[in-house]
T-cell receptor
Framework: GENVEQHPSTLSVQEGDSAVIKCTYS??????FPWYKQELGKRPQLIID?????GEKKDQRIAVTLNKTAKHFSLHITETQPEDSAVYFCAASSDSGYALNFGKGTSLLVTP | SAVISQKPSRDICQRGTSLTIQCQVD?????MFWYRQQPGQSLTLIAT?????????ESGFVIDKFPISRPNLTFSTLTVSNMSPEDSSIYLC???????????FGSGTRLTVV
């Protein structure tokens, strides 16, 4: 089955800096790659996603890049703010109707 | 995106008892997914529930321990049976969105077994 590796497990940045989280996946059939933000005590919230026919997608301060050949994708957060502090999970899925396989998560701390 | 109502939000249960968690979706969905999130950990898929057929369980999860019902396209239950303290976790249901694959989650059930 699909195996998703996520790095780093913890990340601390100063407010205004950029943060990058990287994930690799094993199943070449995977074609959908979402990123979730989970604040303490809350459900995971989808923040951005990308499909295999796209190399990069951006939404304001958040961007995701995908390299299908190398089987890795990354989350980029620019101009970080303290409210960006949370646990971020990457995930992969092979097709509609299939469950997401999650990475182990990255705990991001943005210090003022 | 779909809106999921999950309950209970939390419960404290005695070991050896069972708890049934319910998820109601505001639209019809083919698949519903049940995840477990142990403290400080990632989400692990328990099973996939398809209406009209038995749920498909992932390695390490069995129907006797985690029976699932899927009576229609908007509702599903997960039962945690014969609970032990090791079952203390957050349990979440999830569905795939109607457009563009976006998956959403219920608010979660925080289970503590004592």
């Amino acid at each position: 089955g699909e195996n998703v590796e996520q790095h780093p497990s913890t990340l601390s940045v100063q407010e205004g800096d950029s943060a990058v989280i990287k994930c690799t996946y094993s199943d070449s059939a995977s074609n959908y790659f979402p990123w979730y933000k989970q604040e303490l005590g809350k459900r995971p919230q989808l923040i951005i996603d990308i499909r295999s026919n796209v190399g990069e997608k951006k939404d304001q301060r958040i961007a995701v890049t995908l390299n299908k050949t190398a089987k890795h994708f990354s989350l980029h957060i620019t101009e970080t703010q303290p409210e960006d502090s949370a646990v971020y999970f990457c995930a992969a899925s092979s097709d509609s109707g299939y469950a997401l396989n999650f990475g182990k998560g990255t705990s991001l701390l943005v210090t003022p | 995106s779909a809106v999921i109502s999950q309950k209970p939000s939390r419960d404290i249960c005695q070991r050896g008892t069972s708890l049934t968690i319910q998820c109601q979706v505001d639209s019809q969905v083919t698949m519903m997914f049940w995840y477990r999130q142990q403290p400080g950990q990632s989400l692990t898929l328990i099973a996939t529930a398809n209406q009209g057929s038995e749920a498909t369980y992932e390695s390490g999860f069995v129907i006797d321990k985690f029976p699932i019902s899927r009576p229609n396209l908007t509702f599903s239950t997960l039962t945690v049976s014969n609970m032990s303290p090791e079952d203390s976790s957050i349990y979440l249901c999830s569905v795939e969105g109607q457009e563009n694959y976006g998956y959403t989650f219920g608010s979660g059930t925080r289970l503590t077994v004592v």
